[in-house]
């Protein structure tokens, strides 16, 4: 009788031990990917040692690489928590403007608004891109499809030749542009005055 009790009662105790050590490694992989996070906004992806990521997340170098056992898989959780928390502004919003220039202005404002609010993160990854391998890769699957999102949504209403249609799509890659944005803004602008400038270059560009 006394087995069957014992017995019992581990069964019962067994799945809650189970869930348990689940949530304290969830919580140890959030503290991981947290502690990323504010390394890459505060001194950049190539400047992370696993170190001071596991002083910062209070683990050790080993439990480091238990959750995330390649750097591509930490930038892609980094990567992924810091975009949930930090929305990116949304295309589908500007695609109900209906005339392509006022739709362009107003992606650019709201766009460099984004910029500035976030430079520090962005200025260090897109630094840090040339010369972090996993980096480029998790960028290209994350970021590259939302830049090309950008584009097809400003490019919409402007021109029909394949060439007009090129050039076009080659301003809005310069202007939507991250790096171009700093430029326009380090020269003195405001991100609403610089988002201006940059339309009018498209609108040139264009001949509307």
């Known amino acids: 009788m006394l087995y069957n009790e014992i017995m019992n009662s581990d069964s019962e105790a067994r799945p809650y031990r189970k869930a348990e050590r ?4 969830q919580e140890t992989r959030l503290r ?18 696993m170190t001071e990521l596991a002083e910062l997340a209070g683990v050790s170098r080993a439990t480091v690489y238990n959750h995330f056992p390649s750097e591509f898989e930490l930038f892609m959780a980094c990567s992924t928590h810091w975009a949930t928390q930090n929305p990116f ?18 992606a650019l404002k709201e766009l460099y608004r984004w910029y500035r609010l976030k430079e520090d993160m962005l200025g260090n990854v897109f630094r840090d891109i040339p010369v972090v391998l996993p980096l480029a890769e998790v960028m290209g699957q994350l970021w590259s499809p939302y830049e090309e999102a950008m584009v097809q949504t400003l490019a919409a209403g402007w021109a029909d030749r394949k060439a007009e249609v090129e050039e ?6 310069l202007v939507l542009d991250f790096n171009t944005w ?6 003195g602008l405001s991100h609403g005055r610089a988002a201006e400038l940059a339309a009018r270059m498209v609108i040139g560009a264009a001949g509307a």
């Open 168 to 173: 076009l799509e080659a301003m809005l890659r």
């Open 89 to 106: 502004p949304d295309p589908s919003r500007w695609a109900a403007i209906e005339a392509p220039s006022e739709r362009l202005v107003s």
């Open 182 to 187: 700093r430029i326009l803004t380090d020269s």
């Open 22 to 25: 689940a949530r304290q490694e």
């Open 32 to 49: 991981i990917t947290e502690a990323a996070v504010e390394l890459h906004r505060t001194v950049g992806p190539a400047n992370t040692t």
